[in-house]
């Protein structure tokens, strides 16, 4: 039997045991490129199915043998296998007993993705804001474990899950860190502004035309209205016409093969572009303005917070049907109630917006150069220091000098 | 479970100081300067900040004498459990009345400007709706909102400023000083009318972990409203001169319609001065709403605020309905911030905190300043 | 606790469903670009009542798409009272009125002559929300809605066209360029005292010239295009332009790009006061006559001091018409001691009209400088 199912079997004469070693192989995919998560610059290395294949990948980023791997198996007819992962002296042990507490709560029958963990331990599963992070590349796991989080492995998918995240996290792509800090800060500056406008474009177009068109230049206003000119539905069913088209669109496109996704690209564009606009069912702006969201919520890097702001947008388009400007504010201002009222494994959502410390900033809008952040974020971590190097050392220790002129005369004489 | 710790930090102090004071009166407050203070209204105003910085410090002298404890809870120590109660609950009854004020006003002015067919009470019950979820959050929430939407608030609110300045005059403010001392007398009464919301700080300290520590940011907070008012009232003397800000009864609001910037997305700037005063309003209403949730939850010894925010919020509600218009809502504003705001930000502290020392109640000398 | 959740849920899906009180879409608002006013003749009058004669003119948006017709259009109205003309306009169009977006308000000059109808019109004016005080004010000698007769050349909409040639004082000084904002500011500060650029009409172009006075709320008269930019020397408003100078009976044109005033108390003695504005005027001469050079700098000097008198004659002809003529200060010298000299101001603040045509010496001294002479010398 064992060696049917692949196991080893070792007889040694003169004894009545039987040695049975686990030498299971079976069909695993390698380790291969992220499909959710590319860079450009960075480690191209993406977590599998296999968790002990994860496990491994992230031990190699973290030689360290303070760095924890809590095992345990979840799951009555499952038993999946589950592993914590998180740095002893830097995460909060406050925080490792609750993640363990929470996971042992959970008893099911099976546990397929990590998915189904993500929503038996959040904070708040009505939140529409995902509380924690799920990332297929090791590289950002490892970051993660040394800013004093937890890492959850799960066995059977390549998506491990980070705690706490918080909504600064969300904005942040692994490569932020392996590119120069300016880019890098820029870069991060253009997904918080995409962020805001793939949020409120939609809304704030409605309430301008429809409720205060005086904000607006002559010009614009009269161009607007001259677009709009045999349109026959208001602004607030163009704008849901169009935002249903390209989320069906987008659904399509996820679902289908990529040969046929592109097809279906093509008769969007063609029929959001052209037909409609020249039916007259929608007006040329609000193909721009639906176009300008979709590109803005493209670029928030975590999909699972994009559909967050998806279904906000939504909500902000009707606040603003109904009280323009004013419903709009007050969309967004709940949206706030909502975010601040919100944790994530004791981490308040907005950190480090709220209750900050000045040193946490370096690390959300802009992205300072690594050697100005000496510090971890306070809050999480236990053990604040990073590093205690500075630049002046760098430059101080510099054996390459540049030539100096007055070398170069000296030669010369 | 990791639960909630209900403190604030030094800096959400500061915070919820000057989102409490700033509030709808941001664009009515020019008119009050101007027509009180003369051209020089901006000097006054500073003046009473100073002054009104030395009042806060009392508030945390008196606080400090109970740490660990808030204004309800210690309230009822210094006058007994009775007197204190009734205090407390006659506290969140102005209160109530005060964001009533301020619903209404602002309500008023959205309704000119933004909506003017949409009914009142839908705007106002939209408006206290949103207060009251976050208002539910408890002061953490409430701390955090008002911590957040500062930088939102008052950064874009100083851009929005800035393109007006060719149209300013800054001679408008001359001569300086003449006059001054009938200007002053005529002010005062109306200080209250600028520093309302001041009151708010005497509660919030109670949930500052080490109240000695509420010196700075209260000052800070304070130094930043004074200035801001000064700014604002310079900014609106400046471009009108005292007597067209006199006319005007939202200067400030005049100031922004008169800016054009042409070649820009936005021409006319309005649009987004209302929806930066909705966002005024909105802290302003929490951080009353909230003091006055806390306050009937103590007085009835309940140990969550919570179930009150809903309740309450109809009050207001009621409340907010009652004036006519908006002049009888300015006569009934004049009333309450000349006599009963005085009573409630100057007399009541003062009288707790002699009452205090008299009795000798509660940690003596606060040990670090 | 759930119930009372899905109730209210329940209650903002149907107030949002029943909602939008205030939603009208873009295209079905018709974006009033400017507004005349007239004092009703006899003939116009509808009803006995009538008093006004209101213009609106507003664009067609079809027609500035398309490039085709007419792309905009004016609208007549004969009212009694100002917001009844807004608001009669209903019984004739299919849209809604919209005034956030008026650029230029035109007075006939009937309505500058009539007190009442001129306060009436300032009152619901400065009171709406929806006008912005930033538009520009015209006074009209004759009827303002011969202006919205004109149809411009080089613009498609006659609003625009209007305000543009009000922005364009800061190349042409004689322009005097008066936004809604500044007028109501004199008229509070000075209680009825204001200049309003006049704008003249014909067929296919309207043009600036010169500008109405008005005091006490009254039009007193009209100054003409040369003096309309000396006021806006004497004013400090003034930003560019072109005065001409003579030297050996050539005349050359020096052009200014900067002008800079102030006024100086100089003494006040007994009853009499002695102001000096001290104007300083920075350019260039870029016409002179073909073979002659102008690269010398005692050339230049006497050029200069000939710019200086004429500058000098050219402000105190202006500040005389203001004294002996029009009889009302709109010069700026109220302000000035109001600001600057409080005590002598308040000392003739009662008589002040009286003061300033009497006991007021006032001197202009010009300081003008050459700094180029273009590109040959």
């Excluded at chain 3, 116009?44 to 004669?53: G, H, I, L, N």
């Amino acid at each position: 039997m064992a060696i049917l199912t692949g196991d080893t079997v070792m007889l040694i004469d003169g004894t009545a045991n039987i040695i049975v070693i686990g030498t299971k192989g079976w069909p695993a995919r390698g380790i291969s490129e992220p499909t959710t998560e590319a860079v450009i610059r960075g480690p191209k290395e993406g977590f599998t199915e296999t968790y002990r294949f994860n496990s491994a990948l992230v031990r190699r980023r973290i030689r360290d043998p303070r760095l924890k791997l809590k095992q345990m198996q979840i799951g009555r007819r499952s038993f999946t296998d589950i592993g914590i992962m998180y740095i002893e002296d830097i995460a909060q042990p406050e925080l490792v007993a609750e993640v363990k507490r929470r996971l042992s709560t959970i008893d099911i029958d099976a546990i397929l993705d990590s998915g189904y963990i993500e929503e038996f331990i959040e904070d708040n599963p009505y939140s529409l804001f995902p509380q924690i992070k799920a990332t297929e590349r090791p590289d950002k796991v490892a970051a993660a474990l040394y800013q004093g989080k937890v890492a959850i492995l799960v066995d059977n998918t390549p998506f491990g899950l980070i705690v706490p995240a918080t909504f600064n996290s969300f904005f942040h792509a692994a490569e932020d860190h392996y590119i120069r800090w300016i880019p890098a800060t820029v870069l991060r500056m253009m997904r918080f502004i995409a962020g805001t406008l793939s949020l409120i474009t939609p809304a704030l177009y409605i309430a301008v035309t429809s409720y205060h068109p005086g904000i607006l230049p002559t010009e614009l206003v009269l161009s607007i209205a001259a677009a709009r000119e045999g349109v026959p539905f208001p602004a607030v069913i163009e704008a849901l016409i169009l935002e249903l088209t390209f989320e069906l669109l987008r659904e399509a496109g996820v679902r289908l093969p990529t040969l046929i996704g592109g097809v279906v690209g093509i008769v969007g564009g063609l029929v959001i572009g052209q037909a409609a606009v020249e039916a007259g069912i929608v007006s040329p702006i609000m193909v721009i303005i639906v176009a300008v969201t979709a590109i803005s919520s493209f670029s928030i890097p975590d999909y699972s917070f994009s559909n967050a702001f998806r279904l906000f947008r939504f909500m902000l388009i009707f606040s603003a049907a109904f009280l323009g400007l004013y419903g709009m504010i007050l969309g967004l201002l709940l949206m706030l109630g909502h975010l601040v009222r919100l944790k994530s494994f004791g981490t308040p959502y907005l950190s480090p917006f709220v209750s900050f410390t000045a040193s946490d900033l370096k690390d959300t809008i802009v992205r300072l150069p690594m050697f100005m952040m000496k510090n971890r974020p306070l809050g999480i971590a236990n053990d604040k220091v990073r590093m205690v190097n500075n630049r002046h050392e760098i430059k101080k220790g510099a054996n390459i000098k540049e030539k100096e002129k007055g070398e170069d005369h000296n030669d010369k004489e | 479970m990791i639960r909630n710790n209900d403190n604030i930090s030094p800096y959400q102090l500061a915070m919820l100081v000057i989102m409490s004071i700033i509030g709808v009166g941001v664009f009515n407050i020019v008119h009050v300067i101007a027509k009180f203070g003369g051209n020089d209204g901006w000097i006054i105003m500073t003046a009473m900040g100073i002054v009104h910085i030395f009042l806060a410090f009392l508030f945390i002298r008196l606080s400090c004498r109970f740490p660990g404890k808030t204004f309800p809870e210690y309230i009822q120590e210094i006058l007994g459990v009775v007197l204190g109660k009734i205090l407390v609950f006659a506290i969140s009854c102005y209160i109530l009345l005060n964001l009533a004020y301020e619903v209404r006003e602002f309500t008023e002015v959205a309704k000119m400007f933004l909506l003017p067919r949409t009914p009142t009470e839908v705007i106002i019950f939209a408006l206290i709706l949103v207060c009251a979820y976050v208002v539910r959050g408890g002061v953490e929430s409430v701390a955090r909102v008002v911590e957040i939407t500062f930088p939102i608030l008052f950064i874009p609110f100083f851009l929005v400023l800035i393109p007006g300045f060719p149209n300013l005059d800054l001679t408008n403010l001359l001569p300086v000083g003449s006059d001054i001392g009938t200007k002053f007398t005529r002010m005062i009464p109306h200080a209250p009318h600028a520093f309302r919301g001041i009151e708010y700080i005497l509660f919030y300290i109670g949930f500052m972990k080490r109240p000695q520590r509420a010196y700075k940011p209260v000052a800070w907070g304070l130094i930043f409203v004074t200035g801001f008012y000064t700014l604002v009232s310079v900014i609106g003397i400046g471009a009108f001169g005292a007597k067209s800000a006199t006319k005007a009864i939202w200067p400030l609001l005049l100031y922004i319609r008169n800016i054009n910037i042409p070649g820009l997305f936005i021409e006319r700037l309005d649009g987004v001065i209302l929806s930066i005063w909705v966002i005024t309003v909105f802290t302003t209403i929490i951080t009353g709403f909230f003091i006055v949730t806390y306050s009937i939850s103590k007085v009835i010894n309940s140990k969550e605020q919570k179930q009150f925010a809903l309740p309450l919020m109809m009050f207001i509600y009621y409340l907010a309905l009652q004036p006519a218009g908006l002049a009888e809502l300015y006569e009934w504003g004049d009333w309450i911030f000349k006599y009963v705001s005085s009573i409630f930000i100057y007399v009541i502290p003062i009288v707790a905190l002699l009452i205090a020392a008299i009795r000798r109640l509660g940690v003596k000398k606060s040990e670090d300043f | 606790m759930r119930i009372s959740k899905l109730i209210v849920i329940l209650m903002l899906c149907v107030v949002v469903l029943v909602g939008c009180w205030d939603k009208v879409e873009i295209e079905d608002r018709i974006f009033v670009l400017g507004i005349g006013i007239d004092k009703a003749k006899e003939e116009e009058k509808a009803q006995p009542t009538d008093r006004y004669v209101i213009n609106f003119a507003s664009p067609i948006v079809g027609a500035l798409k398309d490039g085709g017709g007419e792309t905009f259009s004016v609208d007549k109205t004969v009212s009694s009272i100002f917001t009844f003309g807004l608001n009669q306009m209903y019984e004739r169009i299919d849209k809604k009125l919209s005034f956030q977006h008026t650029r230029i308000l035109i007075f006939g000059e009937d309505m500058l002559k009539d007190e009442r109808l001129f306060k009436e019109v300032l009152d619901a004016v400065g009171r709406s929300h929806e006008f912005h005080r930033n538009m520009y004010v015209f006074a009209v000698p004759g009827r303002a809605d011969e202006v919205f007769k004109v149809k411009p050349k080089y613009n498609k909409l006659l609003a625009s066209y209007v305000a543009g040639i009000a922005e364009n004082n800061l190349y042409q000084s004689s322009i005097y360029k008066m936004p809604a904002y500044q007028m109501y500011d004199n008229l509070i500060n000075s209680e009825g005292d204001t200049i309003i650029p006049s704008l003249r009409a014909s067929k296919e172009e309207a043009k600036v010239s010169g500008l109405g006075v008005i005091k006490d709320y009254k039009l007193v008269g009209y100054l003409n295009d040369m003096d309309s930019e000396t006021l806006n020397w004497l004013n400090n408003t003034a930003s560019g332009g072109v005065i001409e100078g003579k030297y050996n009976d050539i005349l050359i044109p020096y052009k200014y790009n900067d002008f800079n005033t102030n006024m100086v108390l100089d003494k006040v003695d007994g009853d009499k006061i002695y102001l000096t504005y001290n104007m300083v005027a920075e350019g260039s001469v870029e016409e002179y006559i073909w073979g002659e050079n102008l690269m010398e700098q005692a050339l230049l000097d006497t050029l200069e001091k000939n710019i200086e008198t004429r500058i000098e004659e050219r402000g105190k002809s202006v500040v005389d018409k203001f004294q002996k003529e029009l009889k009302v200060d709109l010069v700026g010298i109220a302000p000035y001691l109001r600001k600057h000299h409080p005590q002598v101001y308040s000392s003739i603040e009662k008589d002040y009209e009286n003061f300033f045509q009497n006991n007021m010496v006032i001197k202009i001294k010009a300081e003008v400088s050459i700094r180029r002479v273009g590109t040959i010398e």
